[in-house]
């Protein structure tokens, strides 16, 4: 099998690349960068300069490696989308239609396509938000990752193409910084706590949102992307959930290690986008189709980020 990662530099991709690498082998896992660089570890993989603007760039990687499989993660997340919302929709739709069709033409065995919590709004059920709902995203990063799901089960119906997805919660890891999504006050909260001891977050204490782990989101791609075809019910996209939990209780968990941390709370535009996504998800469908069950806690997640990230700060 030869594995291709598109957006392998990425909050997600850059863990799921070595994931891959560590079940596959190094030499059929291709990372796929744009304009970051890959770190050392990627470095030790084969990996391609990957334009999803450009059919021709993705078809001569495809056929280079003879690619079996593609993990497309390029994306522009919510907060920047916002601020460009025109590059959101150029990589964001037209990058994995361009994804899309070029798995058709070359035969591809299965693609992965992540979308959002972002692709439900202001009319969606809050609290454990179902499967099927309303679903009404009131940013250009919502819109287009609504716009992907369907995309994508177009795709499987009429050209038979094995598309997979999952809605992520806000991600929170201790290996790379925050990229400019809503929910990356969760990670960056644990960088400041250990560095100054202080932070100011933007949205308000009583926030609450679904995330998840990173350890737990790698290890539900690669569930999912295993899992036989016959058993997956959803085409456009699974309800993935892990843990919620509100700014304050993520500041009353970090205090149990850094009693003199302190959180100021000054919410931004970014509090309209958080107010318009779920408190909680229910993900029933994904445990029922591929056995999906999370293993980290807010405890559990809270004790390894400040152990991990005091090794690297």
Aim: aromatic share 10%; proline share 5%; charged share 25%.
């Amino acid at each position: 099998m030869k594995i291709l990662v598109i957006g392998s530099t990425g909050q997600l991709g850059s863990e799921l690349t070595l994931a891959l690498r560590k079940k596959y082998g190094d030499q059929n896992v291709i990372a796929g960068i744009n304009k970051t660089l890959p770190a050392e570890e990627l470095k030790r993989g084969p990996y391609e300069f990957v334009d999803v603007s450009s059919r021709e760039s993705l078809k001569n990687v495809i056929q280079k490696y003879q690619i079996n499989v593609i993990y497309h993660l390029a994306a522009i997340l919510s907060a920047v989308g916002e601020k460009n919302p025109e590059l959101a929709w150029q990589v964001n739709i037209l990058g994995l239609k361009n994804v899309l069709d070029v798995a058709v033409a070359n035969k591809i065995e299965r693609v992965f396509f992540p979308s959002s919590i972002a692709a439900f709004g202001p009319n969606t059920p809050k609290e454990k938000t179902p499967q099927y709902t309303a679903m009404d995203p009131n940013t250009m990063y919502g819109l287009t990752k609504l716009a992907g799901e369907l995309l994508c089960q177009y795709y499987f119906k009429k050209y038979q193409l094995d598309v997979r997805s999952v809605r992520y919660p806000g991600l929170i890891s201790y290996k790379t910084q925050p990229g400019g999504g809503t929910t990356d006050y969760a990670v960056a909260i644990f960088y400041e706590a250990l560095k100054t001891k202080s932070y100011t977050c933007f949205v308000r204490q009583d926030t609450v949102l679904p995330m998840m782990y990173m350890p737990d989101a790698v290890r539900a791609t690669l569930e999912l992307m295993e899992a036989p075809s016959e058993k997956l019910t959803v085409r456009t996209s699974y309800n993935l959930s892990a843990i919620s939990f509100s700014v304050k209780d993520l500041i009353k968990e970090i205090k149990k290690y850094l009693p003199d941390f302190c959180c100021e709370c000054s919410p931004d535009h970014r509090q309209t986008i958080a107010d318009s996504w779920p408190k909680s998800i229910d993900d029933s469908y994904a445990r029922r189709d591929w056995g999906w069950r999370h293993e980290y806690d807010l405890a559990k997640m809270s004790e390894d980020m400040l152990k991990n990230l005091k090794n690297i700060l």
